[in-house]
């Protein structure tokens, strides 16, 4: 079992105490696709999972969802997140173990895909809590710039009134730009989504899609390495990795791969529970 490097009260600490300087973020890593923003207002929470939900319900089957890097702390333990970020119903991004006390416990509000509001009501998540974003909606919030771009987890899959299943976001806070991709491939159209305007850091996707295993549709570290090259962010991290035995892939080969990165866009591979500064 992959540890944390920092986790429990001594992590719970660390958030509730950081205030970044004007004009940075402080990112913490918290395992899979799960990821915390603290600037100077408020604390931004995105695709948490903190809980062995999948491990359990899969016990039994011929996936099973072994875990490979152990929680840092427990969604209850998040008393102070304003804004919390789902990229899609998946459990891994949208848990039942997490987030209900989570927001039991704080006043955060949860952004979901407004085609996933019934399901998400099904987990016993509060009505007056969830806000439904579509690609190209808006929400601000304790000093958060969020817009929903789609996300293709395989296909650009749409509800029945053409509403998008997955999404992901482009975050503005503190003069700093960012784009959290939820599960997606690197889609015709994604540039273009992400719009003209510089990034300073990529989070992006890297274990790939292998359907004989169940792994549906995420950019290879290739792939995720490519997309960086044509957007030039400063800062390029990868994530959904080291969570679950049967879908996962070495960071290594993100290592690898990030060699080809033209000058000026710098590779990160945060450890779980790690904090890292992202400055203008």
């Not at 491939?185 to 790939?208: C, K, M, R, S």
Request: charged fraction near 20%; proline fraction near 8%.
């Amino acid at each position: 079992m992959i540890e944390p490097v920092c986790h429990g009260p001594e992590l719970v600490e660390e958030l509730e105490r950081s205030l970044p300087a004007p004009g940075s973020l402080y990112v913490w890593w918290l395992g899979q696709s799960g990821f915390l923003i603290r600037s100077r207002r408020g604390l931004l929470a995105i695709d948490l999972y903190l809980s062995d939900h999948l491990t359990e319900k899969y016990a039994a089957t011929d996936r099973p969802h072994v875990r490979m890097t152990r929680a840092p702390l427990q969604g209850s333990d998040l008393r102070s997140v304003d804004l919390v970020l789902a990229s899609h119903r998946h459990s891994d991004h949208l848990d039942p173990g997490t987030l209900p006390g989570l927001v039991a416990n704080s006043h955060a509000i949860l952004v979901i895909p407004e085609a996933i509001r019934d399901h998400a009501l099904g987990l016993g998540l509060p009505e007056n809590r969830l806000v439904g974003l579509d690609a190209g909606d808006r929400i601000e919030k304790a000093g958060f710039s969020v817009r929903a771009i789609p996300s293709a987890h395989e296909s650009l899959d749409t509800d029945s009134h053409g509403r998008h299943l997955y999404l992901g976001f482009v975050i503005e806070a503190e003069g700093l730009r960012l784009y959290h991709s939820g599960d997606s491939l690197a889609y015709a159209g994604l540039p273009e989504h992400l719009g003209p305007e510089p990034f300073d850091v990529l989070f992006l996707p890297i274990n790939g899609r292998e359907p004989a295993r169940g792994v549906p549709g995420n950019m290879t570290a290739a792939e995720a390495v490519d997309l960086a090259s044509r957007i030039g962010p400063r800062f390029v991290v990868a994530h959904h990795y080291d969570m679950f035995t049967f879908n996962t892939v070495p960071v290594a080969e993100f290592a690898a791969e990030a060699r080809r990165l033209p000058s000026g866009v710098v590779p990160r591979i945060l450890s779980c529970g790690e904090r890292w500064e992202v400055r203008l």
